[in-house]
């Protein structure tokens, strides 16, 4: 036992120094970060257009006597994308904190304490002198809490990373490309105004450019709800449940309970 719990200290201790673990993690947060700020950029972008469509004084005779303005046809795609715009920035934000938890994970001050905290428990199990049953029970509890602060935020974006490429990987560039595409049509519409008002003359021109418009609006929709579904679950689900995951682990590491025939197996005594 006093081998075992030695070589477990002596291995996470050795482990929290590696800096190549921290610096991985910090470039997959960097690809995680960029993916939300180019989405973002996106919608702010596409939002940017329709505005500029709602303003302007293109208009679309469908009936007679009715006449509606081009930009008013955007309105449920505009408020969707606004949507999609708030969520994206509370992507950033909960990505921010997780940036936070990683500097502090890798923090000079975390890994110096960790290996105090492993050398006094080694001290503890090793020299008879300074066996105590009490201080090495709480000495350990901190070991562990350390371990979880230095270790809890990689575990959580190498894990992240890992769900994303098995499962959203393809779906995010599929959807992303689809926008980008959809905003270039979006930005062609408000250069092309002339285009238009001819097609507007025009009754089939105009019903058959409405129901091809309205089919892609209608696809859009659902790329930009497919993108909304990916960082909810990226940045809101999966954190939420890391989070009680990590609290689960420290609950159970209080709630520990050292009996007596462990701690006579750690310091090799009889009853």
Known sequence: MKIFLTSVLVFFSLLSL??????SAMLIYRESFDRAVYSFALAKGINAIISVLQSSEISVNFFVGL???????LDPVNDLVERFSWIMLASSVSLGIQKLLLILGKSLFIKVVIVI???ISIAIIWIKKLNSKLFLKYILKIFA??????????FFIYSSELFYNQVYSQEYQNTTTYIKDYKVELEDIKTQKSNIQKINNNQKGLDSYWKNFEIKME???KKVIKLIT?????????????LWFFIFLIKLIFN???D???MLQIFNTRK
């Open 18 to 23: 590696f800096h190549t673990i921290d610096e």
């Open 67 to 73: 006449n509606v303005q081009f930009g008013q046809i």
């Open 117 to 119: 905290s492993a050398v």
């Open 145 to 154: 809490l350390l371990i979880i602060l230095r270790f809890g935020a990689v």
């Open 219 to 221: 696809a859009f929709s």
């Open 230 to 242: 990916i960082f909810i679950v990226l940045t809101v689900f999966l954190p939420l449940l890391f």
């Open 256 to 258: 520990i309970k050292f």
């Open 260 to 262: 007596n025939d462990i």
